[in-house]
């Protein structure tokens, strides 16, 4: 369970964040969506705590992640815009090291470690250090690395830009089957058509404010459009983001 | 919950180990540039030195037949006479073409003129534009000049004169560099190449931490881990220092090697090199590798990018070198305000390590005191700074 509330941020002069308010729901997925430069990443790494809001307040499973930081961080897996692996670790020693830094030990992580090899399909390159690994193997290593101590709540930034269909199928085919063990799945992209298939819930974000939220038919509704694609174009005002 | 510091070590520390590219800098370049730098130098400035007092100064001479005595002289005084034909013209042409380094010209009326008590000429060509040359003309103006005082003290001494009534003033050159005191400008070279090696080793671990992550992509995952950032950077601090302990143990150990095969005693140096003086010096820069850690880290934790940290620790490195040749310049002495300055500190003690010269306890505790509490500020600021939001870049 994730819920933001009124969140705002800005670098400098600009204001990347305005008003942020939404929640995410156990058991759903919702799509964080919008244009490039809308606020997505920013509320984000709010949400995962390598930020601080300016004003606002945000939480994880109740845990305040300004106040209560490292609790917030111990139930959320994150896979961050463009997710880097250490190179010189193999496959199976980048997930074992976050599984250290969440403190299991060292037999529950072993079990731990081979049982996410087998459902992210990594046993090919599980012992091949990262170096070589392609933009799908290195997201499926860096998923793996986030769902190692099992968190409740799973934070994907732009998960599929830069995997290709096959990799971008199983990936959803993924987050499908972690939403049906229970888990709150958050995921930000700028490809409606994306949000659109996977979605249980949508959160439209456009200059650094919520738009738009509810589930596809509310949206729908809420914007007088017979279409999600139109209903994304009233609430955001540009055609930008439709492919 | 248990600190995660360890683990950040251990894992930083197999990560560096499997740079190859990283580790040949940090255990391999690193420490042996120096030593091998250090040993060539001495080498070369061995060979300088010997060959000026031991060679034969070969010397072409034309007209040797004009003054026998002369040539006795100088042939008792290790000059080997080459005999050649020329006059004063094709001497000229043959020095300036470098044919000859340089030449003597003992003219036909050499022996009448000095028969009879009149001046002798004799003409010493040479060529004052080359340096080369420049040792080997000394050494013959120096071999005639003193057969020249001894004539003239033979005259006097013939006509009843005391030889010291032209000689109202006499100069003594009283030189009080010692033996050991020649040897510190190149003593004091070692110092920094030992200082040197230390940050190399430690370089690509210290901009991997900030820089590095950041590049890859990897910091921001790092950060979503629930560990405090303080135990990341602590973590990262101590591998570091682990390479730049590792590297500074090759060296002094290539140091220990490579002054063994350098005789420097023919250079009036003494060095004490000895185990015992290796593993003080060890002891001694120990405290060096925390401050030279948290420093590379805090340094490049402002930069954008692996190129640009490696950059600005090229900066960083020449840092040390100033106390060093603050020393080198106005010749410090040792004192314990000097103490309280890293780099500076660990030179002069290290010098007088092996000069044998004797160092007040006091001296060392200060030194590793000052040098540690330093670095451990600057390990306090590097996690001050891995908190900034505007580390993520």
Same mark, same amino acid.
């Given at each position: 369970m994730i819920e933001a509330g009124a969140l705002s941020k800005s670098f400098g002069s600009v204001r990347a964040l305005k008003d942020i308010t939404f929640s995410a729901a156990d058991g759903r997925i919702t799509g964080l969506l919008g &244009?490039?430069?809308?606020?997505k990443s920013t509320t984000l790494r709010i949400l995962y705590t390598v930020l601080r809001p300016d004003t606002g307040r945000a939480s994880v499973d109740g845990h305040d992640?300004?106040?209560?930081s490292l609790a917030a961080r111990r139930s959320i897996g994150v896979l961050p815009h463009g997710a880097g692996l250490y &190179?010189?670790?193999?496959a199976r020693e980048n997930i074992t090291y976050y599984g250290r830094m969440h403190g299991i030990g060292n037999s529950a992580l072993g079990r731990r470690v081979d049982e996410l090899i087998a459902l992210l399909d990594i046993g090919e390159f599980a012992d091949r250090r990262a170096k070589g690994f392609s933009q799908g193997q290195r997201t499926k290593v860096a998923l793996a690395r986030a769902l190692v101590h099992q968190p409740r709540n799973l934070l994907l930034d732009e998960p599929t830009n830069g995997l290709d269909v096959m990799a971008t199928r199983a990936l959803r085919e993924m987050i499908l089957r972690l939403r049906d063990t229970g888990i709150c799945i958050l995921f930000s992209s700028h490809v409606m058509q994306e949000v659109a298939a996977l979605c249980d819930d949508i959160v439209i974000v456009g200059h650094g404010r919520v738009v738009a939220a509810g589930k596809p038919d509310a949206i729908r509704r809420q914007t007088g459009k017979s279409t999600l694609e139109e209903a994304f174009v009233a609430a955001i005002g540009t055609e930008e983001g439709l492919e | 919950m248990k600190s995660r510091i360890g683990t950040v070590f251990r894992k930083e520390v197999l990560d560096n180990f499997r740079d190859r590219r990283s580790l040949m800098s940090a255990l391999f370049f690193g420490p042996l540039f120096g030593p091998f730098l250090f040993a060539i130098m001495i080498s070369f400035a061995l060979d300088k030195h010997v060959s000026e007092v031991d060679e034969p100064l070969q010397l072409p001479v034309s007209g040797a037949e004009n003054a026998p005595n002369l040539i006795a002289f100088l042939e008792r005084s290790n000059t080997e006479i080459v005999k050649i034909e020329a006059d004063l013209d094709s001497a000229r042409i043959k020095v300036r073409d470098g044919e000859h380094d340089l030449a003597l010209i003992i003219p036909a009326g050499f022996g009448e003129n000095f028969s009879v008590g009149q001046p002798a000429v004799v003409r010493l060509v040479s060529d004052?534009?080359?340096?080369?040359?420049a040792k080997d003309v000394r050494r013959a103006r120096a071999l005639l000049d003193a057969y020249q005082r001894r004539m003239g003290m033979l005259r006097l001494q013939a006509r009843g004169?005391? !030889?010291?009534?032209?000689? !109202?003033v006499i100069v003594e050159d009283v030189d009080v560099s010692t033996p050991t005191g020649r040897s510190v400008i190149l003593l004091g070279m070692m110092t920094y190449f030992v200082i040197f090696s230390m940050l190399m080793g430690g370089l690509y671990l210290a901009i991997d931490t900030t820089a590095g992550e950041r590049e890859r992509g990897s910091l921001e995952p790092l950060l979503t881990l629930p560990v405090p950032r303080s135990d990341l950077i602590i973590g990262k601090i101590l591998a570091t220092c682990v390479y730049m302990i590792t590297s500074l143990a090759v060296t002094l150990l290539a140091f220990s090697v490579s002054l063994q095969f350098v005789p420097l005693e023919e250079l009036g140096m003494t060095a004490n090199f000895g185990p015992s003086v290796v593993i003080r010096i060890f002891l001694l820069m120990l405290p060096f590798a925390l401050l030279g850690a948290a420093l590379m880290t805090c340094v490049a934790s402002f930069t954008k990018s692996y190129k640009e940290a490696q950059t600005y620790l090229t900066v960083v490195m020449l840092v040390p070198t100033l106390p060093i040749l603050f020393a080198a310049i106005r010749t410090v002495k040792p004192d314990l305000s000097y103490m309280m300055v890293p780099s500076l500190s660990q030179h002069l003690i290290i010098t007088d390590l092996m000069k044998a010269e004797p160092i007040p306890l006091a001296y060392p505790l200060v030194s590793m005191g000052s040098t540690l509490l330093l670095g451990l500020l600057l390990t306090a600021l590097a996690a001050r700074l891995y908190k900034r939001e505007g580390i993520l870049g």
């Open positions: &244009p490039n430069g809308a606020g992640v300004v106040s209560d &190179p010189h670790l193999t | 004052s534009a080359n340096n080369n040359t004169l005391n !030889p010291t009534t032209v000689m !109202p």
